[in-house]
């Protein structure tokens, strides 16, 4: 495989990031008021980007070679052999990439207060992921490698389907059966609140699912909630943190902006572009394979450890997109009567949590999903101030 080029690209990638990060961090170090925990959260990223990318180079230098010569001296052929080393690279890099959270859980969250999980509760999730990402990754690389073995021109879009199979599938069966082999979920315990969020939905035409709390003190001391699932299985889920943070009519507040991912179907949406995305990728790649006669197990595994290199291309663009979506949940919680409760939430949350208030402008564009608070707030005090100006006054969305 003619490969000296592909490294380049990598190392660009790689240098494109340092850049970003290391102006980053300068910004913290000058601006913020969190500087020592955000910057050695930075630094740990950074060292992860880096270690990624050498395991990277040297797979392209000799691992994937090695790897082939190991699996053909065991008699594997074909598409057991294919299949046998997209697999080896899958474990390895899961391997390597759990060794830099333990860090960044140890080395960081720890030693700033944050992080609760014992030593043994990491090395459990690790086993369950790593037996997860056996099972899936084995089922995922016979399979592609077997459509392969009519060649890429004919079996990429093979691929692609399978790959968006997966995805959907995922997202779906994550709520109900993947997430609870990591945390306990049950039913919030404030009638009342599940009341005004159900009659809220209902109201906005927003079909919600169960409004859940999660045991997230059990790993970490962050507040947070989120929505996740399609369709049965779609659901509003709280840190049980949250009510040591915020007052009920801030949680209400937050809730509100969930529900406004739901009625805006912005999970769907991201959906669907990333697999977009993900398909003009490997239709590509399948291009580039094809004219170089790339071995299906060795092309796909490359297509594999280039996806974070190439997604850096529009990495912009789906930041942005998803700032967008915040802002359009924001809105739909002051639409409801929620927005001084939500500004006063993202406050607390904001110095809870230890997050920067402010970042540098390119950071900000390749990485942030979330817009910055000032602009959140501002955005909020704006949507209150036209509110309170219509002339025959407004009624909030969902209350009762």
Sequence with gaps: MNLPLLGIVVIGGLLWQLWLYGREIRFQWRRSAMANYSVRRLQVILLGLIIEALFVLLMLAAGLDGLNRLWLETGLHGWLLNGA?????????????????????????????YACQSLGGFFRDTLIKGGLLLLCGALLAAAATGLLETGWQRGWWGVALLWAGFVW??????????????????????????????????????????????????????????VTGFGASRRVVLLDTLRGILEPEEIMAVVAHEVGH?????????????????????????????????????????????????????????????????????????????????????LKLTRHNGAATESDPWFSRVYHSHPRLADRLQRLREAAARRAAEPFGHTPLGVY
């Design 85 to 113: 080393v997209l697999l080896s690279i899958l474990m390895l890099q899961a391997a390597m990439q759990r060794g830099i959270a333990l860090l960044r859980v140890w080395g960081v969250e720890r030693r700033f207060g």
């Design 169 to 226: 599938a995922r997202s779906s069966l994550w709520p109900t059966l993947i997430a609870p082999l990591f945390n306990r979920y049950r039913l919030y315990d404030d009638a009342g609140l599940e009341y005004r969020v159900q009659a809220m939905a209902l109201q906005a035409g927003v079909r919600v699912g169960p409004l859940l709390e999660m045991d997230g003190s059990r790993r970490s001391s962050h507040g947070n909630a989120q």
């Design 262 to 346: 739901l009625g805006g179907r912005h999970l769907g949406l991201y959906q669907l572009c990333t697999l977009f995305v993900a398909t003009v990728w490997i239709g590509l790649f399948s291009w580039l394979a094809a004219t170089l006669a790339w071995a299906p197990g060795s092309g796909l595994a490359l297509l594999w450890l280039l996806s974070p290199t190439a997604a850096l291309l529009v990495k912009p663009l789906f930041a942005h997109m998803i700032r967008g979506f915040e802002h359009q949940a924001d809105a739909f919680a002051e639409a409801c009567g929620y927005g001084d409760a939500l500004a006063c939430a993202l």
